[in-house]
T-cell receptor, first 114, second 114 residues
Framework: GESVGLHLPTLSVQEGDNSIINCAYS??????FIWYKQESGKGPQFIID?????DKRQGQRVTVLLNKTVKHLSLQIAATQPGDSAVYFC?????????????FGQGTILTVHP | EAQVTQNPRYLITVTGKKLTVTCSQN?????MSWYRQDPGLGLRQIYY???????DKGDVPEGYKVSRKEKRNFPLILESPSPNQTSLYFC?????????????FGPGTRLTVT
């Protein structure tokens, strides 16, 4: 099955800095990747996604990079703000016979200091 | 207002007493899913449903049942709850076409089994 890990459980940055959150996955057949943000006491919220036929996708202040060669995914947040403080999860879709099944990483706690 | 609702939000029960956590969405979404969230383990998918009458196991289906008789509802059933099912549960849904669209999460149900 798919396993999804994160390189760092916590990340602390200063307001205005750029943040990079990393995620590694194990299944080379994985075809869809998503980043979620979870604020304290709330359900996860979709940030951005990327399909396996892409290497990069940009949103508002966020960029997702996909390196299929090393099975690595990253989320970059530009000009990080205190409101970005939250837990960030990557989720991976394995595809194939597990169509519709998503595997989440353990999460990275991002703390932004004013 | 477009939303995913879960009931109850909090539940304390005893081992072996059957319970149901309801999930309902008003967005006409085809894909629905249940997750549990435990400290240090992130979100783990329990069951998912691509459409009415179609359900599949996620990574941790043991001890749970689901049904999808109507598009809007996706209840999670614990026939004989055990203490290791104490967790925070989230229901989620996404647009027609399956999971490859933004998933909207409910507010969560915190379950304690004693």
């Amino acid at each position: 099955g798919e396993s999804v890990g994160l390189h760092l459980p916590t990340l602390s940055v200063q307001e205005g800095d750029n943040s990079i959150i990393n995620c590694a996955y194990s299944n080379s057949a994985s075809d869809y990747f998503i980043w979620y943000k979870q604020e304290s006491g709330k359900g996860p919220q979709f940030i951005i996604d990327i399909r396996s036929n892409m290497d990069k996708r940009q949103g508002q202040r966020v960029t997702v990079l996909l390196n299929k060669t090393v099975k690595h995914l990253s989320l970059q947040i530009a000009a990080t703000q205190p409101g970005d403080s939250a837990v960030y999860f990557c989720a991976v879709h394995a595809g194939g016979t597990s169509y519709g099944k998503l595997t989440f990483g353990q999460g990275t706690i991002l703390t932004v200091h004013p | 207002e477009a939303q995913v609702t879960q009931n109850p939000r909090y539940l304390i029960t005893v081992t072996g007493k059957k319970l149901t956590v309801t999930c309902s969405q008003n967005m006409n979404h085809e894909y629905m899913s249940w997750y549990r969230q435990d400290p240090g383990l992130g979100l783990r998918q329990i069951y998912y449903s691509m459409n009415v009458e179609v359900t599949d196991k996620g990574d941790v289906p043991e001890g749970y049942k689901v049904s999808r008789k109507e598009k809007r509802n996706f209840p999670l059933i614990l026939e004989s709850p055990s203490p290791n099912q104490t967790s925070l549960y989230f229901c989620a849904s996404s647009l027609s076409g399956g999971f490859r669209y933004e998933q909207y999460f409910g507010p969560g149900t915190r379950l304690t089994v004693t």
